[in-house]
């Protein structure tokens, strides 16, 4: 660290000189048309253009510098600076052998607006930069607007791993893709009270920002061109390929902690005289005993280098990043005294790389590894007594106690490959990726009642890990010579998958006899029993460990064919279409299609569609995750079974064995594009059948397998879900050499529950109206983001007003006193809430940037709902903007 500032003070010090000069000229492709927007960086600094509507552009460079110039949807150019005062500069379309096809199109020469299903492009790198957001899920809730991703609290292990999903679906039903290649999931399912409950996603946090270069979001089902998962659509992560120097940043951020509002005044007016104590308030009475007007202190330092490899385009880039994050604590009440979002320390390493073997032929490696610890508060445990809380032990904890549910996440992937053209034109991809993820709990400052005062306070509860590994060869070539184009492109994918519970210690998940010996034979063994007469609760208090009997190692593999071509019939009419087939080794095989097309009705304009149908395997962790854990039901713990779908507990309530998911998509938009204007709008409607769920909790206590309740995956409901999303961009070079950049992008979005396949099971039981709710409003109806930015030689400045439309919850009355709750008491209204963001950064030389900023600046928060009902057990569910408030933050940026 002492180096780093070491070397920003230098910088600062001691600047370059440059004898500089105007250079001006123009951006065109090889038809001589203007490329609007286009992008001129002086390499090794931050100083840079972009075009003006007729292509045009002026800069202020030195002799010997050399500028990079760049354009979505074509090769860049670099270009050595001489003597020269005008430029004019043709950039070829395609992209560059190495680097990775665009998202949803196996053609080499398809650009965004030519694309006939939606296709977000979202600069990281620089968003990462100006925004102050530490992670990909927090950058993205505010850039993709169809992307939705908030912080859970007091819900296991999605305290540790964000649930994230596109257009409301499941976190999933969105394929992501690294480079264009399979990622890995998490090896985490969503249990207790969040959203993406039941479901199992990619960790995109587990990938550093910084190492990031763009992000290309596939708005459309994808099933039948990357197989499961890709009913939302598809996220395809781009990693940096520079090989041109070095960059660092150091940033510093906090959350101010005053929530504002009279929320805890009108809880005591409905409470009759009962004054509880309340936590968290206006960062007082906080659980860690000190008083902060900010908190959840944030840090982050990122190094990326990038250098070349040989002289034929070679390159080799490196990132590395460390987060620390302390908790944040937020309004709650005596039984949740640790609400807010977790504490995380993470370091991260990534590295991009190809080398060519040949003109045709490169060899790439990208890879990495993420590790992170986590610390999450749980519930808390009341203090013991005769008429208190039987899960704290009185010598350990007489005042009662909040666990830590604390974890270690490590994730690793490596992709190797060899892409080549051929002497028949074709380009073939053969490559091999593996990913693994682990996710480890040690619960911290709980205890095990059932064995007193010889509990200890720290346990190992074991954990879950997930690997898989993916073959795939890929054949494409593009026909110039076939009507106005045409690319063919057909390949095959194996992949293998693993799934692990492992076990962990003793004392994280047995009930202990009066010796000290875990019971294993109830009839023969008797029970501890306290000072007070009560038998308290086995296990860690706050997440129980895993068993032995919980142990799986389960595995299973799928092999896939595909084939899809794109012909441009006329230079104004496009058609698309792919076929795959899947065979899975555990449930069968799929056949599925896509259909798309688009027509330039003028120079401008044009139409487009899409339809297909898809599917998402079951995932190994809905199969075969089980565990029993202590349930709060209507005030009294009860201890559950979450029974794996195998097992006969499940077949005895009649839930059948899981099959896929069935969606049927179509989607129908225009696109427009006029100078420094662009537009997309984009209508769709997606079909989910056979939906995995979690289901509520059914009544064991007949069934004698040491639980009072029982819940299971099971492929319970179909959905319908139908939107529309809005992306307007504008660009306008002005007179005094800046540039303003304005843009509105913005998702309507309704998902409905068709039906509830229950089948002899109560319906209500099996997925009540809590439950329907969290499905339902996985995403607001809708969210908008208005942004706007001006630049001008070393300043700029960013504003973003994201604005979250109205949110219903049941909340949490449903579960915990079902005899009082009614859609009329039990109903949660969130009301529209909008969220403003600003940055400021100014070039302190060539090589030092200061950005200064905040989000939420107007620390908005969701409706509070503080009647403890929320699922959280804190101010507000995890809906909208999140319940953190308005963060602030400085960074610097060194480029040398």
Known sequence: MKKLFSIILLVMIIQPIYSQNSISGSVTDNNGIPLTGATIQIIGTSTGVTTDIDGNFSINVASGQTLKIDFIGFESELILVDSNDVLNIVLNPGIELQEVLLVGSRNYNRSVLESPAPVDIVDVSELSITTGRSNFNDLFQYSVPSFNATK??????????????????????????????????????????????????????????????????????????????????????????????????????????????????????????????????????????????YDGNTVKVDLNYGTSLGENGGFVNITSELLTKDRTLRPSFDWRKGYGTAAVDQFQFVVNSSVPLSDNTNIYLFGGRSDRNTDAYAFTRGAPGEDGDSRSVASLYPNGFSPHITSKIIDNDLTVGVLSELNNGWIADFSNTYGSNNFHYYIQGSNNA??????????????????????????????????????????TEFRSENFIIFAGEEASYAIYDVNGIAISNPSLQSPFIDTYGNQPPGGSQG?????????????????????????????SFLISAALRYEDYSDFGNTLNFKIATRIELNDNLAVRSSISNGFRAPSLTQIHYNLIFNNIIAGRSERTLLAANTST??????????????????????????????????????????????????????????????????????????????????????????????????????????????????????FGPFSQAYLETAAPDSKFSYNLNYSKEKLSFNVVWTQFSEVILQDFQWVDDPSTASIDTATDVYEAVGSLDFSFKYDLSPSLDLILGGTNILNTYPTPQFDGWTDQGGLSDAVQIGSDGAYFFTSLRLNL
Do not use: C
């Open 450 to 491: 059932s064995l007193g005062d010889a509990s200890p306070t720290d346990f190992d509860a074991g954990g879950h890990s997930l690997q898989m590994k993916v073959t795939s060869l890929d054949f494409s070539k593009y026909f110039d010579d076939v009507a106005s184009g045409l690319n063919i492109a057909f390949g």
């Open 649 to 766: 507990v499940a077949k005895s309530f009649g839930i059948e064995s899981l099959r896929e998911e069935t969606a049927n998509n179509f989607s129908a938009g225009l696109t427009y594009n006029n100078g420094g204007f662009s537009a997309t709008i984009d209508a769709y409607s997606i079909s989910v059948d056979d939906r995995i769920i979690l289901t509520d909790i059914f009544d064991a206590t007949s069934l004698n397998v040491g639980a009072d309740a029982a819940q299971f995956f099971a492929n319970g409901v179909d959905t319908r879900t139908t939107g529309l999303d809005v992306v307007f961009n504008y660009i306008q070079q002005l007179s005094n050499g800046g540039s303003v950049r304005a843009s509105i992008a913005g998702n309507i979005n309704d998902t409905e529950i068709q039906s509830i396949n229950s089948g002899n099971l109560d319906e209500l039981t099996f």
């Open 152 to 293: 859970q609290s007091g819900s296991d292990g999605a305290d540790h791993i964000d649930p994230a999903s596109l257009r409301g679906l499941g976190p999933d039903q969105t394929l992501v893709l690294v480079n264009g290649k399979r990622r890995h999931q998490s090896s985490l399912v969503n249990v207790f009270g969040t959203k993406g409950r039941g479901n199992s996603g990619t960790d995109l946090n587990a990938i550093p920002t910084s190492a990031i270069k763009r992000v290309e979001v596939l708005r459309d089902g994808a099933s039948a061109q990357y197989g499961s998962d890709a009913i939302a659509g598809v996220v395809n992560i781009v990693l940096k390929d520079d090989s041109d120097g070095l960059s660092a940043g150091l940033t510093y951020g906090a959350y101010s902690t005053a929530v504002g509002g009279d929320y805890a005044q009108q809880f005591y007016d409905t409470q009759d005289g009962w004054e509880p104590d309340l936590f968290n308030i206006e960062g007082k009475n906080r659980i860690d005993g000190q008083d902060k007007s």
């Open 543 to 571: 997440f129980p460990g895993y068993t032995p009997e919980n142990e799986v190692n389960r595995s299973r593999t799928n092999i896939g064919f595909y084939g899809d071509f794109e012909l441009n019939a006329s230079d």
